[in-house]
């Protein structure tokens, strides 16, 4: 019923920007919270930033100052901008939305924690 598709991944050089894009689809009515979370090889997946319907932001220590999460609650898309990218940020990063409500006239269902496929991004140092 829903689906998130992610965009805009890639390899930058340290210090260089890339901003990701993740499009949620179906017949969607609403979604509370988006956001974005990232998986390095041998470690496990980590917070990056979420963003609620409303704008209230929360990011992770570790991309402080250097990355921002937006969105557009008319497209059902978020994004993240990642500035000064450093080698640690290596990682496929996945895009998440929780409680998201879909249907039509005749239906409503809410529907909890789905991830997109992932896309890679590189930093080189």
């Known amino acids: 019923q829903v689906q998130l598709v992610e965009s805009g991944g890639g390899l930058v050089q340290a210090g260089g920007s890339l901003r990701l894009s993740c499009a949620a689809s179906g017949s969607i009515l609403s979604i509370k919270t988006m956001g974005w979370y990232r998986q390095a090889p041998g470690k496990q997946r980590e917070l990056v930033a979420t963003?609620?319907?409303?704008?209230?932001?929360n990011h992770a220590d570790s991309v402080k100052g250097r990355f921002t999460i937006s969105r557009d609650n008319a497209k059902n898309t978020v994004y993240l901008q990642m500035n000064s990218l450093k080698p640690e940020d290596t990682a496929v990063y996945y895009c998440?939305?929780?409680?998201?409500?879909?249907?039509?006239?005749?239906?409503?269902?809410?529907?909890?924690?789905?991830w997109g496929q992932g896309t890679q991004v590189t930093v080189s140092s």
């Open positions: 998440n939305a929780d409680r998201v409500e879909y249907g039509s006239t005749w239906y409503r269902r809410m529907g909890y924690n789905y």
């Open positions: 963003i609620t319907s409303g704008g209230s932001t």
